[in-house]
Structure formats: structure tokens, C-alpha cells
RNA sequence: GCCCACGUAGCUCAGUGGUAGAGCACUUCUUUGGUAAAGAAGAGGUCAUGGGUCCGAUUCCCAUCGUGGGCUCCA
């Protein structure tokens, strides 16, 4: 679902089918008043393809209860009641809702501007705080249909109240409704969660761990694939490679910054036997050891949340001259968040995943030209991949907000930087206040899931705080120390929640450098399997994943499967090819391709998988 | 973490207050078949886990764990 699509969420906008959708969720409110009377109503706006409507009840309320409540709201509509607007005074409104007890509207009242028009709507004997506009009459409302309960906080903030939302979609007529919910049941079966499964990409285990993804052979070749594409982009930029262990003493992190500032958002510490047999022979409390831990009073471990801490720790294990700069150190870095268990989801987001990560080190000069680097980057791996409907995100400091750390003057360098690199990247981007990392400016790569919600994928992160924090220096020209700037960029983001996301994006159907079963062989009869096979080891030689299926069933079922797992050649033989040294290749889109020779078939897919094509070259059939 | 829903065979799902079913997958046999699914037989489940109500619970209730959709959060 998407957010309220107004900014003042007591209007919606004015087209016809937002001004019904607006009305629909009048009507909803109305049905639930009925129903409970003392139900405290919250906002209702107009979201992408519908609306919600929040209430504070007196009762639990069910999605069992939708059939009853959606059969009342039909009745309104076919009563057709007139949508009366009017207006009144501060006073008299704050008073009108203080008499319906609606202490939700009194509070939104209190907090319009002064110069605020006050406008209420009623429909029948249901009346509402609302700036509308809405729909004539409650008969003009097409098709509906309720959709979910979801717990929502008054005003999003967790401290506040928490209300019951109830979700609906709204069309002008039914069958653009039933068209919507067909949809709907095709997204869900694209997803990377349903396919991944299908497919066997993928396993996530309860014993092992909520949000612990464990990839399996196929999802692996995937996996491989990509890290070899990436790895060899970021060789001809000059990165090199480095591996750091997935721990790191809490002091090290102390003087990252990310613990325990982040204490939360991280699993807790490893900490050394001798506190724990200690804690337990003292029955020392949670409160204590949270306190040494953050005192520094305990030596311990923590499983890393970031891969920076250990990459700066290699650029400070030598002395740097401005010649060597910029230090490119490149990492598929594993790290491990504690993310909220309600937030985890399949591949997309998880508790412990491998960023494509690295960290450069440079000169303040060197900053644009850096930035301009890793954009660079994400242009060839999105290009590569067909990726194009994606959007750039530029993340700004938040103007009133002091969670930010480093020195103000180089922060508007940094989002300067930020903002003239996005920009030569020639795609629509958005400039977002609060969007910042707390160490810098960044500028990100958002993509949509099946369902249309957001994901951040790729970021690039300028960072002027950590180089202080460690005082990491380089010597000048003028052999003085200068201080570097670093960059943190990951233009995959994590290679999980990316291939989750390439998951969707190719509904399943890899390119075939991706595919992880790129050619499967099918013999018609037992007496061509032998000759399949020594064909096998041919194309597994010359680096294909190739698979021979050899078991006696029809050659149509072999088909019929092999179609089913989006392999992308099927190789029939039979007598006619054996005789002729020839494969009958059949392509999972373009379907039977007839025969060629040998040879001629690993030429054209070594190419197709070398140049990591997006499809195959347009077949030249042999007769 | 919070709200609502869900958890039955490897997968997709039916079903019931009297200890369970289908399709696909799997194993074996028959079939050797040229581009989307040949036939038969077999095997497979302490109905997520732990309590409770009941003569009896997979079914009803509670808790826990997990999953899904939201909310909050997101270095």
C-alpha cells in the first residue's frame, strides 16, 4: 500500500475517481459508526487505487466482519445520499466534534493554520470533518472492495495511539475492479518469494533464523554470476579486493560511532565467558550489563553492522602519500542488522546480508570525480541488466534536526557533490531533506516490488565524519597530514535483497549468463543418453551449466517441464541430430528454433553469455 | 515491537469435536516415445510447538514460534 497520496491529509485531489475514492472512505466511516457508535475516527485519505480510514474502536474489529460492513456500505450507496459541504468558524467546528466525541478531528482542527477554511461533510446523518472535495452523491461510488486491517499510530509515530486502519480499493465500474484484483493475483505470483520457492532459489529456515537466507545451489550460480559481473566492473575502475572477518571488538565500533548509538538495530554483543558466568552468579540485571557495555567496562565482540570500520582500519595500517590516492577497497561484505521482525520480508529484507560494498579514500578534489565513478557503475550494471525504471534519490540533511555529525561547511560540499553527479546520471531524481545518513549526504537508487512498494537498492555515501573519528590522515604535497574524505557505495545494495528484487524484474526467466540451469538436454529415447551426456561435458567445459534429463518419460513432458523451470535452451536429440551432429534447440521464449550444428549452437551461446545479452540474438534458422 | 490474518505430505491446497484427503513431485514396474505433461502400483503427515477445556482436540480456548499484509523503524 502507498502513502497517503495528499499533502494535507484532510483534502484529496479533485479528479472524479480520487473525489470517489475520498467518498467511499466517508461511507466506510459512516457503515462503522454504525456499527460502534463510540468509534473515534482519524484520517481517511485517497492512496494509489483506493483509500484507508483510520478508528480508534471500541472492539476488536475482523476481516471477517468485512462481508456485513461492505453490505451496509452498498446500501448507502444505492440510498444515494447528497455529500453536504459547508463551512464554520474554529470555535463552532472544535465544538460540533467535541459534541460527536470525536477527539481525533479536534486535535487536527487544533493543529490547522489559523487561515484554515473549517469544512465539514454529511452524508444522510453521518457527519465529517473533511476539506474535500468529494463526489456529488454517495451514488455516484462504481465498485469497492475492503481490503485489510492493519495497525496504524495516530500521526505515524509509535508513541502515540494506535488505531485500527481498514484498507479498500475503489473503481468506477466493477469490471476495472475485477481487473485490478486479477492483477493483483499476477503480481503475487511473480513474486521473488513465490518464484524463489518454485525455482529453488532460495530457503529461509526457522532453525536458522528469521530473516537468515540461505542460498541454495541455483540461487548461488545467480549469486556468483552477478559478484563476477561486479567484481570485473570494479577491477577496470581500480578498486582492489579485500576480506575482513564478520566481527569486530566493540571498541572498534565505539569509535565508528555504531555502538551503542545503533545498539538496537544490532545483534547483541559477543561477550567474553567470564562476564557471562559473572552476570550469572550475580544476578546481574539487564540495565547493568547494558550499562558496562556501553561504559566500555566489558570486552566483547559484535557481529559487524557495517563493513567501514574494518576497511578504514586497512587504510590506516599504512602511511599514505597524495599519490596514492584515491584507495579504492572493494568487499562482498556480510553484515548482520537486528531488524524488527514485522519489517522482515523474503530476500528484500533480511537480517544478515552481503553488500557489494567498498570504500574509497580521497582528496576533497577528488570527491565529484569519484562520485561521477560509482555512478558510473550503476549505469552499466542497470544497463546491463535492463534495469530502467528506477529512481534516484538524493538524501539531504533534515534542516531542523541535530542527529547529524561533522562540520556543516563540508557537508554542503558533500551535497553539492551529491547533487551535480545525480544530475550528469541523465534520470529524473528528488532532492529529500532528512533523507541523510547521519555521517553524510548520499544519494540512492530506488526500485518498486510487484506490489509497488519501495526499495532502496544501490547507495553512494559521502562521509566526512568517519576519517575524524579515526583520524585517518594522508600526507600532502606540502608534507603536511590532511585529512581524506571517504565514500561508502554499494551500487547493488546487498546481493540478497538485489537478486530478490532481479527476481521480480525477470518474473523468474533469467538472461542466460544469469540462468542457473542455462542448457538442459533432452534425450528422445535411453540409447541417445550416452551421446547427451558427452554433449554435456562439452558445453559444462566450455563453462555452461548444462544438465542432461535422462529419464524415460515422453519428450513433450521433458519439454513441458523444462519450460515450467524458464531454462533457457532445451536441446532435443534424437536419431535425425546424432546422425547430422546437429542439437534441436528450443528457446524458452522464442520456441523451436530446428536444428543446427554442434558448433554452431555453443558460438552463438558463448557469445549471448559472454556479452551477457538480455536475449538471445535473432535465430538465422538453418534448413 | 504493534494491529489483523494464516500455519494440514517436499509443493499447491481441501477437510473434520471421534487420531486425515486430492493434484503435482518422489520410488518401482510397464512404456522408448521428436517439442507443454503416458499408464499402474507404492511410499510419504506426532495436522507449527507447548499448555488448557472435553470421555475424546488437527478442529474450541490461551501462550509461544514462524509466515503474510500494514504501522513504526531503517547506518
Same mark, same amino acid.
Given at each position: 500500500?502507498?502513502?497517503?497520496?495528499?499533502?494535507?491529509?484532510?483534502?484529496?485531489?479533485?479528479?472524479?475517481?480520487?473525489?470517489?475514492?475520498?467518498?467511499?472512505?466517508?461511507?466506510?466511516?459512516?457503515?462503522?459508526?454504525? *456499527?460502534?457508535?463510540?468509534?473515534?475516527?482519524?484520517?481517511?485519505?485517497?492512496?494509489?487505487?483506493?483509500?484507508?480510514?483510520?478508528?480508534?474502536?471500541?472492539?476488536?474489529?475482523?476481516?471477517?466482519?468485512?462481508?456485513?460492513?461492505?453490505?451496509?456500505?452498498?446500501?448507502?450507496?444505492?440510498?444515494?445520499?447528497?455529500?453536504?459541504?459547508?463551512?464554520?468558524?474554529?470555535?463552532?467546528?472544535?465544538?460540533?466534534?467535541?459534541?460527536?466525541?470525536?477527539?481525533?478531528?479536534?486535535?487536527?482542527?487544533?493543529?490547522?493554520?489559523?487561515?484554515?477554511?473549517?469544512?465539514?461533510?454529511?452524508?444522510?446523518?453521518?457527519?465529517?470533518?473533511?476539506?474535500?472535495?468529494?463526489?456529488?452523491?454517495?451514488?455516484?461510488?462504481?465498485?469497492?472492495?475492503?481490503?485489510?486491517?492493519?495497525?496504524?499510530?495516530?500521526?505515524?509515530?509509535?508513541?502515540?495511539?494506535?488505531?485500527?486502519?481498514?484498507?479498500?480499493?475503489?473503481?468506477?465500474?466493477?469490471?476495472?475492479? %475485477?481487473?485490478?484484483?486479477?492483477?493483483?493475483?499476477?503480481?503475487?505470483?511473480? !513474486?521473488?518469494?513465490?518464484?524463489?520457492?518454485?525455482?529453488?532459489?532460495?530457503?529461509?529456515?526457522?532453525?536458522?533464523?528469521?530473516?537468515?537466507?540461505?542460498?541454495?545451489?541455483?540461487?548461488?550460480?545467480?549469486?556468483?554470476?552477478?559478484?563476477?559481473?561486479?567484481?570485473?566492473?570494479?577491477?577496470?575502475?581500480?578498486?582492489?579486493?579485500?576480506?575482513?572477518?564478520?566481527?569486530?571488538?566493540?571498541?572498534?565500533?565505539?569509535?565508528?560511532?555504531?555502538?551503542?548509538?545503533?545498539?538496537?538495530?544490532?545483534?547483541?554483543?559477543?561477550?567474553?565467558?567470564?562476564?557471562?558466568?559473572?552476570?550469572?552468579?550475580?544476578?546481574?540485571?539487564?540495565?547493568?550489563?547494558?550499562?558496562?557495555?556501553? !561504559?566500555?567496562?566489558?570486552?566483547?565482540?559484535?557481529?559487524?553492522?557495517?563493513?567501514?570500520?574494518?576497511?578504514?582500519?586497512?587504510?590506516?595500517?599504512?602511511?599514505?602519500?597524495?599519490?596514492?590516492?584515491?584507495?579504492?577497497?572493494?568487499?562482498?561484505?556480510?553484515?548482520? *542488522?537486528?531488524?524488527?521482525?514485522?519489517?522482515?520480508?523474503?530476500?528484500?529484507?533480511?537480517?544478515?546480508?552481503?553488500? %557489494?560494498?567498498?570504500?574509497?579514500?580521497?582528496?576533497?578534489?577528488?570527491?565529484?570525480?569519484?562520485?561521477?565513478?560509482?555512478?558510473?557503475?550503476?549505469?552499466?550494471?542497470?544497463?546491463?541488466?535492463?534495469?530502467?525504471?528506477?529512481?534516484?534519490?538524493?538524501?539531504?540533511?533534515?534542516? %531542523?534536526?541535530?542527529?547529524?555529525?561533522?562540520?556543516?561547511?563540508?557537508?554542503?560540499?558533500?551535497?553539492?557533490?551529491?547533487?551535480?553527479?545525480?544530475?550528469?546520471?541523465?534520470?529524473?531524481?528528488?532532492?529529500?531533506?532528512?533523507?541523510?545518513?547521519?555521517?553524510?549526504?548520499?544519494?540512492?537508487?530506488?526500485?518498486? %516490488?510487484?506490489?509497488?512498494?519501495?526499495?532502496?537498492?544501490?547507495?553512494?555515501?559521502?562521509?566526512?565524519?568517519?576519517?575524524?573519528?579515526?583520524?585517518?590522515?594522508?600526507?600532502?604535497?606540502?608534507?603536511?597530514?590532511?585529512?581524506?574524505?571517504?565514500?561508502? *557505495?554499494?551500487?547493488?545494495?546487498?546481493?540478497?535483497?538485489?537478486?530478490?528484487?532481479?527476481?521480480?524484474?525477470?518474473?523468474?526467466?533469467?538472461?542466460?549468463?544469469?540462468?542457473?540451469?542455462?542448457?538442459?538436454?533432452?534425450?528422445?529415447?535411453?540409447?541417445?543418453?550416452?551421446?547427451?551426456?558427452?554433449?554435456?561435458?562439452?558445453?559444462?567445459?566450455?563453462?555452461?551449466?548444462?544438465?542432461?534429463?535422462?529419464?524415460?518419460?515422453?519428450?513433450?513432458?521433458?519439454?513441458?517441464?523444462?519450460?515450467?523451470?524458464?531454462?533457457?535452451?532445451?536441446?532435443?536429440?534424437?536419431?535425425?541430430?546424432?546422425?547430422?551432429?546437429?542439437?534441436?534447440?528450443?528457446?524458452?521464449?522464442?520456441?523451436?528454433?530446428?536444428?543446427?550444428?554442434?558448433?554452431?549452437?555453443?558460438?552463438?551461446?558463448?557469445?549471448?553469455?559472454?556479452?551477457?545479452?538480455?536475449?538471445?540474438?535473432?535465430?538465422?534458422?538453418?534448413?
Amino acid at each position: 500500500m502507498s502513502q497517503p497520496s495528499s499533502v494535507d491529509e484532510l483534502s484529496s485531489p479533485s479528479d472524479f475517481i480520487s473525489r470517489m475514492r475520498h467518498t467511499t472512505a466517508h461511507v466506510l466511516a459512516q457503515a462503522i459508526r454504525e *456499527r460502534m457508535p463510540e468509534a473515534q475516527m482519524g484520517i481517511g485519505p485517497v492512496i494509489d487505487n483506493g483509500f484507508f480510514y483510520d478508528f480508534q474502536l471500541p472492539e476488536q474489529l475482523s476481516e471477517d466482519d468485512f462481508p456485513a460492513i461492505e453490505a451496509r456500505m452498498r446500501q448507502i450507496v444505492k440510498a444515494d445520499l447528497p455529500m453536504v459541504r459547508w463551512s464554520e468558524p474554529r470555535e463552532e467546528a472544535r465544538k460540533r466534534c467535541e459534541e460527536l466525541s470525536q477527539t481525533f478531528k479536534v486535535r487536527l482542527i487544533d493543529d490547522l493554520p489559523d487561515e484554515a477554511e473549517i469544512s465539514f461533510y454529511q452524508q444522510g446523518d453521518f457527519v465529517d470533518l473533511c476539506k474535500g472535495p468529494h463526489i456529488e452523491s454517495t451514488g455516484k461510488i462504481g465498485a469497492f472492495k475492503l481490503m485489510s486491517i492493519a495497525g496504524a499510530y495516530w500521526r505515524g509515530k509509535a508513541e502515540n495511539e494506535q488505531l485500527t486502519r481498514v484498507y479498500g480499493v475503489a473503481f468506477e465500474t466493477q469490471d476495472e475492479l %475485477d481487473n485490478y484484483l486479477i492483477k493483483l493475483e499476477e503480481a503475487k505470483r511473480r !513474486d521473488h518469494r513465490v518464484v524463489g520457492k518454485h525455482l529453488k532459489l532460495f530457503h529461509i529456515d526457522d532453525a536458522v533464523g528469521q530473516g537468515l537466507v540461505l542460498w541454495t545451489p541455483a540461487g548461488g550460480a545467480i549469486r556468483t554470476e552477478l559478484q563476477n559481473f561486479i567484481s570485473n566492473e570494479l577491477r577496470k575502475q581500480g578498486y582492489d579486493q579485500v576480506y575482513t572477518p564478520h566481527i569486530g571488538r566493540l571498541e572498534l565500533y565505539k569509535t565508528s560511532g555504531h555502538f551503542p548509538y545503533y545498539a538496537e538495530s544490532q545483534y547483541p554483543p559477543l561477550v567474553q565467558r567470564e562476564f557471562l558466568a559473572a552476570l550469572a552468579s550475580d544476578g546481574c540485571t539487564c540495565g547493568e550489563l547494558s550499562n558496562k557495555l556501553s !561504559d566500555g567496562d566489558v570486552e566483547g565482540y559484535l557481529l559487524k553492522p557495517m563493513n567501514c570500520p574494518h576497511h578504514i582500519k586497512i587504510f590506516a595500517s599504512q602511511r599514505h602519500s597524495y599519490r596514492d590516492l584515491p584507495i579504492r577497497l572493494a568487499e562482498f561484505g556480510t553484515v548482520y *542488522r537486528w531488524e524488527q521482525s514485522g519489517e522482515l520480508n523474503g530476500m528484500t529484507r533480511v537480517r544478515g546480508f552481503t553488500q %557489494d560494498d567498498a570504500h574509497l579514500f580521497c582528496t576533497e578534489e577528488q570527491v565529484p570525480g569519484e562520485i561521477q565513478g560509482c555512478l558510473q557503475l550503476v549505469k552499466t550494471i542497470f544497463g546491463t541488466l535492463g534495469m530502467t525504471d528506477f529512481r534516484v534519490r538524493v538524501g539531504l540533511r533534515d534542516p %531542523d534536526s541535530s542527529k547529524y555529525v561533522g562540520d556543516p561547511a563540508n557537508w554542503d560540499k558533500a551535497e553539492a557533490a551529491c547533487r551535480e553527479a545525480a544530475m550528469t546520471l541523465g534520470v529524473p531524481f528528488s532532492e529529500e531533506p532528512g533523507e541523510a545518513a547521519f555521517y553524510g549526504p548520499k544519494i540512492d537508487f530506488v526500485v518498486q %516490488d510487484v506490489i509497488g512498494r519501495e526499495w532502496q537498492l544501490g547507495t553512494v555515501q559521502v562521509d566526512y565524519n568517519l576519517p575524524v573519528r579515526f583520524d585517518l590522515t594522508y600526507t600532502g604535497a606540502d608534507s603536511m597530514p590532511h585529512r581524506p574524505v571517504m565514500i561508502h *557505495r554499494a551500487p547493488f545494495g546487498s546481493m540478497e535483497r538485489f537478486v530478490g528484487v532481479l527476481i521480480e524484474h525477470f518474473a523468474g526467466s533469467f538472461p542466460t549468463w544469469l540462468a542457473p540451469e542455462q542448457v538442459r538436454i533432452l534425450p528422445i529415447a535411453d540409447r541417445h543418453a550416452e551421446w547427451c551426456e558427452a554433449l554435456k561435458t562439452r558445453l559444462v567445459e566450455a563453462g555452461i551449466r548444462a544438465t542432461v534429463d535422462s529419464r524415460s518419460e515422453k519428450t513433450g513432458k521433458k519439454v513441458a517441464e523444462g519450460q515450467v523451470a524458464r531454462i533457457p535452451y532445451l536441446l532435443v536429440i534424437g536419431d535425425r541430430d546424432i546422425a547430422a551432429g546437429n542439437v534441436s534447440v528450443r528457446h524458452r521464449e522464442l520456441g523451436d528454433l530446428g536444428g543446427r550444428s554442434v558448433d554452431q549452437f555453443m558460438d552463438d551461446l558463448l557469445h549471448e553469455v559472454r556479452e551477457r545479452l538480455l536475449a538471445p540474438i535473432p535465430p538465422v534458422k538453418e534448413v
